[in-house]
């Protein structure tokens, strides 16, 4: 099954707008490797996002994700159980996006992937950047409404 997806934009990014960032978030590294690949398996399983995916392609994801994302603007968080959200900025055609953002199951819908979404847009607009956008699977309605509530709005199929 092919998921569809869509771009979402918020084109004049406000941190004063934002709402607060997460104080225990820290930039990803690469020795985040093991529990990235863990947690994106947790976050999507059961969801929409969920394509049968096992360890090795999770992993297949992670590397591609560190190959490719800017470091200093992706985040992740962790609580005395290990990795429970990450929010990794790429840029496409000259342009910022979110993606992904995951957050494990058991902290789902408490703020998490919010907070950390948060820090990457106030670390991007710390350093300029005014537009950023977000792809969301179609029917992610969690991801949907998170990025909504942060001003973005839906721009097309992407």
Known sequence: MTRRRSEYLLPSLEPDLLPPSRPDARPVDSTDRAALAALLLDAYRGTIDDEGE??????DAIDHYLGHILLPHSFVAVDELGLIGMSFVVVVNDRHYIDPVATHPRVKQTGVGRALVSTSLRSLAAVG???VG?????GNTGSERLFAGLGF??????
Do not use: Q, S
């Open 54 to 59: 096992e360890l090795a392609d999770a992993f």
């Open 129 to 131: 950047v005014r537009e």
């Open 134 to 138: 977000a792809t969301i699977t179609d």
């Open 153 to 158: 709005h839906r721009a097309g199929a992407w």
